[in-house]
Structures are given as C-alpha cells and as structure tokens.
C-alpha cells in the first residue's frame, strides 16, 4: 500500500550543484524502480544550520514529497544513512495529517459563517424613564439637619 511521505534531507556545503542535482536523480530514480512515485522535488538551498552537524554550520536544503510503501522509504533511509554527502535526514508519514486536514476542512465548510449571514436591523428599546422619589426630602431641607447633629452651636444658629 503506497502512502505519502516527505523526506527532507541536508547536504553537505561542500557539494557542487551538479553533484547535487545528480544524488537527487539517484534517490528519485531509486523510489521509481521500486514501485513508488515522487510527487515532488523542492530544492531549498543553503541555509544556515540551528546546530553545528559533524563540523557544518550549514548545508543544502532538499525536499522529497513521495508516494511509496513503507518497505521502499525504509530502504530509501538506509540509503540516506550510509550516503557520506547527506549530513541529517528526516521522514514524515503525510497521508494520516492530511486525512486530519481533509476532516477539518468538511467540518468547517457544514458551518454557516457568521459573516455570510445577512446582517438584521438592530432594533432601539425606548430609554427607561427615571422614576421621581416624592418621599425623599429636598436638598436644602437635609442640609440644617445634618448640621445641627454636627455642632451644638451650628444647632442653635438654625
């Protein structure tokens, strides 16, 4: 059963762009006569590395997208592994993030978006009137009061 890899691999800096050109020809041509495909070839060039890899700071960026089985990219990494050009290589299975991406995808599109939705008139409640308290006394009339409780001779001026 073929399934979707990316094999991302670093060459050495020291590699000239026809050796280059010709170890991803070997690796290609390697995928196609056991039966997979190769989807796609990035090549990403230099680029300085995170960490220093057997005495690199950098190297030479190449991309792999490959629909294969599992026995084949096996294969392939060990090949990868022994190569003396190739200093660090990674492999990642795709077809189980992009069944994941294809699921979200269906889940967002059954959502009605809000902003797809006609907008409705906003409708104005009438202010609320503000209730007079009759009970209540007058300003001037709490005033004298409060005085008087404060001193007895502000008592007797009133």
Partial sequence: MNRT????????PDVEEADLDKLIETFSAHVT???GEVKSVEKMGRRRLAYTVRKFNDG????LNVAAA???ISELERRLRVQEQVIKFITVRMDEEEKRLAKVK?????????????????????????????A????EEVAPAVAAEASPEAAAAV
């Fill in 70 to 72: 599992g026995s084949l």
């Fill in 60 to 63: 030479f960026y190449v991309l």
């Fill in 5 to 12: 890899y990316e094999i991302m691999f670093i060459v050495r």
């Fill in 33 to 35: 006569t056991g039966g």
């Fill in 136 to 139: 209540a006394p007058a300003p």
């Fill in 106 to 134: 269906a889940i967002r599109d059954t959502k009605v978006k809000r902003s797809a939705q006609p907008i409705a008139p906003v409708q104005q409640a009438p202010a609320p009137v503000a209730a007079v308290d009759v």
